[in-house]
């Protein structure tokens, strides 16, 4: 082992302890449910992505299963060396349909959809405008690419800062092509993206836009199909990013656009071009989730009335949930010290949120983020408001002498 290296891993794992950015994961025993088995502990998961709970949903296992029998388990190869099976076919067909566009191309996970599609569309003729608040799997995919888009350099706006969005489309006018990038869902936040206003001004601006709708999937618009269906912005957004690994619960990610678009990230996609293809037993489990998104508005429903019962309760407790308008509620506690104590007493009463610090969020703004979601009964939500209740009020985040 090299001395050099491992002094350094070891300075930089405890500057991480110090700012309480260190990761040690907690360990699963038990499938993805609203309650789970955790480091052998029985908990309230609130830190899940499995919105409608499709993760262990029987059809979507026996589905599984079924292709495990027809098609083994792995693709064998890259896709376009010869691991594109039926299965992938189908799978991308289905989802164009889904998302009312030409064609999807699907990548093993939406982080690489995004670090595939924005340098192999965006070159060095070109800008790349952000919001502030996109998720790195965008900031990744935009720094690989060799347009434009450094904030020092002007093209990061504040969040969901439509004025400074406008003022910015007005300087770019030299470039050959302008891309407008966001969160259709902010993943820390909760909030949606201004995609009206947003289309409005790339239409008036000549930029094309690109929406990133990993917390959208399942969660917005009709059956789930995410931010443009919900502001009925059919045909006006240029790429849509989409994830499989959250409200899908399965993996991967798929670019949605034009015909065009997709021939082209078959081409010049590079974590498509260098990277096998997904499980062929993935791509069928996705199907029959999405058989279930598009047929049982059941889970989507139960998604959304445990939303609002979870972010109203926590309200009358006196919580701040910072705006959020979606499932991803954060619990405001401002010091990082005490989202972090908040998170230990949580544990302590059996739930399971992480918390959320610096620089991940803004100095100052830590919070515990939560997730309810179609998984969760009611009793098991109510627990965990219990524990909040209790904790909030013990740490003065809640009740007479709230500091927070
Ligand atoms: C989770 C997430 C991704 C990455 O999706 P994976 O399929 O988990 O790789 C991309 N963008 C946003 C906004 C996300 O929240």
Redesign the pocket.
Known sequence: MNATLQTWLAEQIQSLKDQHLYKKPRILDTPASGSVVMDGKNVVNLSSNNYLGLANHPKVRQAAMDALEKWGVGAGAVRWIGGTMRVHEELEERLAKFKHVEAVLVFT???TA?SGCIPAVMTSDDVIISDELN?A??IDGVRLSAAEYRKSEGWVYAHNDMNQLEEILKRAGKFKKRMIVT?GVF?MDGDIAPLPEIVQLAEKYDALVMV?D??ASGVLGKNGAGTTSHFDLYGRVDIQ?G????ALGV???YIAGSALLKEWLVNRGRPYLFSTALPPVTAAALIAALDIMETDPEPMRKLWENARWWKSELAKLGFDTMGSETPITPVYCGDEEKAVKLEKMLWDEGVYALSICYPTVPKGKARIRTMPSAAHTKEELARALDAFAKCGKTLGIIGEHATA
Not at 243 to 246: D, F, I, Q, Y
Request: net charge negative; aromatic share 4%.
């Open positions: 996970s939406g982080f995004n998720h799997s965008i969160d993943s990133d990993a917390h990013l994830t499989l690994s959250k993996v991967g990610g």
